[in-house]
């Protein structure tokens, strides 16, 4: 323990490095107050995690070893300010004199009803409270409390695993107890560059089954704080060595998705839900098990507008210009993300299509046709669409051409009227 402690870092140094002289004599308060009204006062979880990592975080909460809001309000007696209570939550929001907001919390335990349930909670001590963490790295306290100002608690060994760059769950049934914990494992793993335990990992495997406890939207927005971190696809392959998706998709991912989602994940703009499209597409089933995951009416549009691209009889169409009939409302997101697919074989064809499509700028346009003599009208689409088409085909090639074949037109129709 002597050894271990020599080689712990100044947390104290740390705190004031990090956080800003406000806030440093702040906490120093709080501890002085915690003493002398009889309960202690800690820093918890992220927060500590980051001051040993000397990462930035901006997540300040005081824990606090008995009633929380009580303590709350006795701060905002002694030195002003006011507070704001959530009484569910034990916990209160201090806003200093000075205008400085800091959140003071009860420590608590939850206890799961059911798994994935939302907890139910009650008060505790700082250990039980560090024992329904999730990680190691993330279960330590520091002491703020002034007699013993800077201590770090560490009784999960998380500055070992801080050290040998591992995620590792506190005990078997953590992931049983709350799924979320897969996805925040990975997350971590992929922040830090840190490995997933082997037996962590083994245990997450074997609670796939409980992913299907928590909602499509909570898979989603997890699936989104994952791929916000990731810089390359690593958290999929990740997520992949865990079963994650076999388990969501009910099939082992084809060699093929892996093509579609580097591609995918290589192109600007990128969301979470186009990397599932990717991954799921070369699947039999791709369609209903992505719908799973839509939450936009975007989202929406785009999946349609895929499979109806993948069905579209793209290859018997001869011209860029009659490829136009079909796909003209495709939006360009859609066809971009279609022709990623690495198992479709037409690509050159459609590839011409659609860089022709936005070079295109068309001769005509609807105050050309009034100038024209044209009566405003719906028929206005029409000219202009089967224009587009033949500029998209080379059968007319400027303005004058154009004005030439809408006369005619205009002509043939008269003559039909008479
Ligand atoms: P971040 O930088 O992403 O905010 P963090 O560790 O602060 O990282 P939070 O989600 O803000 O993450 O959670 C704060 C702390 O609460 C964590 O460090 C962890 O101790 C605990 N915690 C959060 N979610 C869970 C969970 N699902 N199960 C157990 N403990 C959790």
Not at 86 to 114: L, N, Q, S
Not at 179 to 188: G, Q, Y
Not at 387 to 395: D, F, R, V
């Amino acid at each position: 323990r002597k050894e271990q402690e020599a080689s712990l870092p100044n947390l104290v140094q740390r705190l004031e490095d990090t956080v800003s002289k406000e806030h440093f004599h702040l906490l120093k308060l709080i501890g002085k107050e915690a003493d002398r009204f009889g309960v202690s006062a800690y820093l918890v979880g992220g927060f500590v995690r980051d001051l040993l990592l000397e990462r930035p975080n901006e997540d300040l909460d005081v824990v606090i070893e008995g009633d929380g809001i009580k303590f709350a309000n006795v701060l905002a007696a002694s030195h002003g300010g006011s507070i704001k209570q959530h009484d569910t939550f034990g916990t209160a929001t201090w806003t200093t004199p000075d205008d400085m907001k800091i959140d003071i919390v009860t420590c608590r335990t939850e206890y799961y009803a059911e798994t994935a349930a939302l907890p139910i909670v009650r008060s505790s001590n700082i250990h039980e409270d560090l024992t329904r963490r999730d990680f190691t790295i993330n279960a330590m306290a520091m002491s703020i409390s002034e007699h013993s100002f800077g201590k770090l608690l560490d009784e999960y060994q998380g500055i070992e695993d801080l050290k040998a760059k591992k995620i590792r769950i506190l005990h078997p049934i953590s992931f049983i107890e709350d799924p979320t914990r897969i996805f925040r494992a990975v997350r971590f793993a992929v922040r830090f560059g840190y490995s997933i335990e082997k037996e962590t990992a083994r245990l997450a495997q074997s609670a796939m089954s409980h992913l299907f406890s928590l909602s499509q939207q909570r898979l989603r927005q997890e699936l989104t704080l994952i791929h916000k971190e990731a810089t390359d696809l690593e958290a999929y392959y990740l997520l992949d060595t865990l079963n994650v998706w076999k388990t969501l998709f009910q099939k082992e991912l084809p060699a093929s998705s892996w093509q579609y989602a580097e591609r995918v994940f290589s192109q600007s703009g990128h969301t979470v839900f186009h990397m599932l499209t990717a991954l799921a597409s070369p699947l039999s089933n791709w369609r209903e098990m992505i719908q799973l995951y839509i939450m936009t009416a975007k989202e929406r549009v785009f999946i349609e507008q895929l499979n109806e691209l993948k069905q579209a009889p793209i290859e018997e169409v001869k011209s860029i210009g009659e490829l136009h009939r079909y796909l003209y409302a495709v939006h360009d997101e859609t066809l971009r993300f279609y022709l990623l697919d690495p198992t479709q074989e037409f690509h050159t064809h459609l590839d011409d299509y659609f860089k022709k499509r936005q070079e295109m700028s068309l001769y005509l346009s609807g105050d050309d046709l009034i100038k024209l003599d044209f009566k405003p009208g719906p028929h206005f689409r029409d000219y202009l669409f089967e224009l587009e088409i033949k500029q998209l085909n080379g059968e007319i090639s400027s303005k004058e051409e154009a004005t030439r074949w809408v006369l005619e037109e205009k002509q043939k129709a008269e003559a039909n009227h008479l």
